[in-house]
Nanobody, 122 residues
Framework: QWRLVESGGGSVQAGGSLTLSCTPG??????LGWFRQAPGNEHEGVAT??????TAYYASSVQGRFTISQGGDTVYLHMNSLEPEDTATYYC???????????????????WGRGTQVTVSS
């Protein structure tokens, strides 16, 4: 049983938008991040948010197009101006990170969801 639950994936045309949702369980963490993995690639950090003060970090590839936010017990990834290169399985994950740790490094996150597929067609 996966401990984080993602939803909101789907298929869209380039330029379209999707919003992903993640509902974490009651674990000790201070960051919730979104990662993606395309076939043959490693996990890529997309965006992460500090759950106490909502400080957000973004990969340069999505800066200005994606927004991470939280509301209640849910963390969202709003994705606009989607490109075919954004096609991947998207995962949310949680971690307890110190101030000097890389916030978008997948290996720093220890609780993961099962993933949701995002497909962007040209």
């Amino acid at each position: 049983q996966w401990r984080l639950v993602e939803s909101g994936g789907g298929s869209v045309q380039a330029g379209g938008s999707l919003t992903l949702s993640c509902t974490p369980g009651r674990y000790t963490y201070n960051y919730l991040g979104w990662f993606r993995q395309a076939p043959g690639n490693e996990h890529e950090g997309v965006a992460t948010i500090h759950i106490d003060d909502s400080t957000a970090y973004y990969a340069s590839s999505v800066q200005g197009r994606f927004t991470i936010s939280q509301g209640g017990d849910t963390v969202y990834l709003h994705m606009n101006s989607l490109e075919p290169e954004d096609t991947a399985t998207y995962y949310c994950a949680t971690a307890y990170l110190g101030p000097k740790q890389d916030k978008l490094r997948a290996q720093n996150y220890n609780v993961w969801g099962r993933g949701t597929q995002v497909t962007v067609s040209s």
